[in-house]
């Protein structure tokens, strides 16, 4: 009778860690078994932190990860901003498919039902998210809880990213902008095979990794998958928080596709959460 207690409690706090660490993460556990082995695999890197023993890798949910191009694009055209010395990459208007990837089951509801949506004017898009050497050299300070240069900065929040952008004659991207750019053409959940273009929790020993270490899409942005989370401008139902896209190195690979949503208050600071700029103008 003591060993069954004993169990049960073991169990109880085993759930209510994983409920916990689902909450802090915005995980939203899937059905049935999936739910439970989510739970736990959230709950052991919710209690490991940030050890040496990178986290067993979660394979991806695509079949066939590479995805149809929709239509041919042009070069890559890149201009480099003065002010923050990033490389950003023209982004040529055009129409897509905005939600939901075909054949992609690990969709949420707010990800449904996909709809047309018209990018009429074209625009900049930081090639790669905003590192650490650029928000010193703008913002004279880094926040960042893992340190490079070359990393993307993290620990900032919405508000921070608005006023770096503001300051490097800039801005934040809207949903619509960031998906169609992350698409880069394609219609798949992820725009080639994900640990060939993705720091994930599967591949990242747990931190952030120099940026521009994987293979970019095909409109020449690195890391639109992966690495860090990025703020958009874009609130989520209208509200006050604010939608993240993209995966980081600390979510699971299910989360690292690109029409996945998650969101955060606009005050909030997360060292897995970072950002990129866009433009009308340079």
Request: charged residues 20%; glycine residues 10%.
């Amino acid at each position: 009778m003591t060993a069954l207690v004993f169990g049960s409690v073991v169990i109880a706090l085993l759930g209510l860690m994983a409920t916990a660490a689902l909450w802090l993460l915005d995980r939203r556990p899937r059905n049935g078994v999936a739910a439970v082995l989510s739970g736990v695999l959230t709950a052991g890197l919710f209690i490991t932190g940030l050890s040496s023993k990178p986290a067993p890798p979660v394979a991806n949910s695509q079949s066939s990860p590479e995805a149809s191009k929709v239509e041919p694009l042009p070069p890559v055209r890149t201009q480099i901003n003065p002010k923050d010395g990033q490389t950003y990459v023209w982004i040529q208007p055009g129409k897509f498919s905005m939600g939901c990837s075909p054949g992609d089951s690990e969709c949420d509801a707010d990800e449904k039902p996909a709809k047309e949506v018209t990018i009429a004017k074209g625009f900049w898009m930081g090639q790669t998210e905003v590192t650490q050497g650029a928000y010193q050299k703008v913002m004279g300070n880094n926040p960042a809880n893992v340190k490079g240069d070359k990393r993307p900065v993290e620990n900032v929040s919405w508000n921070d990213a608005t006023a770096y952008c503001g300051k490097a004659g800039v801005r934040l991207p809207t949903e619509e902008e960031w998906e169609y750019a992350a698409r880069g053409g394609t219609t798949g959940a992820s725009y080639a095979k994900l640990d060939d273009i993705a720091w994930h929790d599967g591949n990242s020993s747990k931190r952030t990794h120099d940026v521009m270490t994987r293979a970019p899409n095909a409109f020449g942005l690195y890391d639109v998958l992966g690495n860090v989370w990025e703020w958009t401008a874009s609130s989520y139902n209208q509200g006050s928080n604010k939608v993240l896209r993209g995966g980081s190195w600390f979510y699971f690979t299910s989360y690292a596709r690109v029409s996945n949503r998650i969101y955060k208050y606009p005050d909030n600071r997360y060292y897995f959460v970072g950002f990129r700029c866009a433009g009308d103008s340079l």
